[in-house]
């Protein structure tokens, strides 16, 4: 943990920390007890900070929440990672609060995957893939880029697999 983190003290939090803890909270009530808080350097206020580890114990399943320069919700699973503005553009979601509590969602429900190419000539890249839209394992196993074959891995494990085009139908 880092020397700046302290246990959460909700009263300390900027308002943005606050807001959106509260929203992630009353969604996912197991988070509250691994998050943390870190000082703004710009403020006397701190941070929301929650470090997460995969049941799995994969350390590369990691999930990371934190306010990008104390007003940005942010979240990283394993290698990956967006900001509010990023992910609300993508999603057309302009509730970036609630986008982001949805991919939080999203992740811990095992439907927002990180894959693995299987294969191909760049064995091992690694992506993410939003399994909550109906076409994405389609679309990315018949992608020019892919070599037909992924290996997903969810936060909880359960979900894990390897998937390539047979499997869909396709071969």
Sequence with gaps: MSSNRIPLDE??????????????FARRPELKPVA?????????????????????????????????QGTEPSVGFGPWHTHASVWCIETHDPDEHG???????????????????????????????????????????TSQYSPGRIRIKSWSGLADRDVGLEDLGFA
């Design 36 to 68: 943390l808080m870190e000082r703004d350097p710009s403020s006397d206020r701190y941070s929301l900070v929650i470090e997460a580890q995969s049941p799995t114990g994969d350390p590369n399943r990691r999930l990371g929440i934190w306010m990008d």
């Design 11 to 24: 009263a300390k939090l900027s308002d943005a920390s606050r807001a959106f803890g509260g929203r992630l």
């Design 99 to 141: 986008s982001i509590v949805a991919l939080v969602e999203a992740i811990l429900n095992d439907e927002f995957v990180i894959i693995e190419d299987v294969g191909g000539e760049h064995e091992d890249h690694t992506s993410v893939l939003d399994l909550r839209q109906p076409d994405a394992l389609a679309d990315e196993l």
